[in-house]
């Protein structure tokens, strides 16, 4: 009787013991965001860009004599306002068509990315924005994305010629303690993608929001017939 009463309580627990083991664990589950597929990192083409050249210009509107600064790109010409912030660099990376530093501040920059149809994001929707996204989490030096905006959800400065834009956003480490940051701008104009790029430290960027913001929703572009 007793090896009975024995048999009959390990059979108990073999049975407990296999029931628990079915029993789904809740901080094993994924999450349901960990569960939606990730799309496929779209880095910015490492390809040069093609090159915009950038000159300086007196116009007179309505008055004394304007400052301009005139970018041509191919059939495009934009025409910015601008009180000698800007200095068109001589030289540019492969990532920029063209590059301008600020007057007082070098280590400030502005630059513009052309990408003909079919060479970097087809569209701004999410299906291709996500891409770029994640390749910018993945990249090889950390970047935070701090600021996120498509104007088809709302208005947002800056505006670009009446298009819709999409914006991001980035820190990383500069080394002493600093941290750098990084605004795009992206548009379709023309029928191509541009990017317009604020760079520098976060402080200097950030207090110069506004401004930068009025330097390209004040941009006009022409284009030839």
Do not use: C
């Amino acid at each position: 009787m007793r090896f009975r009463h024995n048999l009959s309580n390990a059979l108990s627990i073999a049975n407990i013991a296999l029931a628990l083991h079915f029993i789904p664990n809740s901080q094993a589950q994924p999450k349901r965001e960990e569960l939606k597929e990730r799309s496929p990192a779209i880095s910015w083409p490492v390809e040069r860009r093609p090159r915009m050249l950038g000159k300086h210009l007196q116009v007179v509107v309505d008055g004394p004599e304007e400052s301009r600064i005139k970018v041509t790109s191919d059939n495009l010409t934009f025409i910015f306002e601008d009180e000698g912030q800007w200095v068109v660099s001589s030289t540019t990376t492969p990532r920029y068509s063209i590059l301008m530093n600020d007057r007082l501040n070098r280590d400030l920059t502005f630059g513009i990315a052309r990408f003909s149809k079919g060479q970097f994001l087809a569209s701004l929707d999410d299906k291709d924005w996500n891409g770029y996204v994640e390749s910018i989490k993945n990249d090889v030096i950390p970047k935070k994305i701090v600021y996120q905006h498509y104007t088809a959800e709302g208005r947002s400065a800056p505006y670009i010629l009446k298009n819709w834009t999409r914006k991001i956003e980035y820190e990383y480490p500069l080394g002493n303690g600093e941290t750098g940051k990084t605004r795009e701008i992206f548009s379709f104009i023309d029928g191509d993608l541009f990017v317009f790029i604020f760079s520098g430290n976060k402080n200097t960027i950030d207090a110069n929001r506004d401004s930068h913001n009025l330097f390209l929703t004040r941009m006009n572009a022409y284009a030839d017939s």
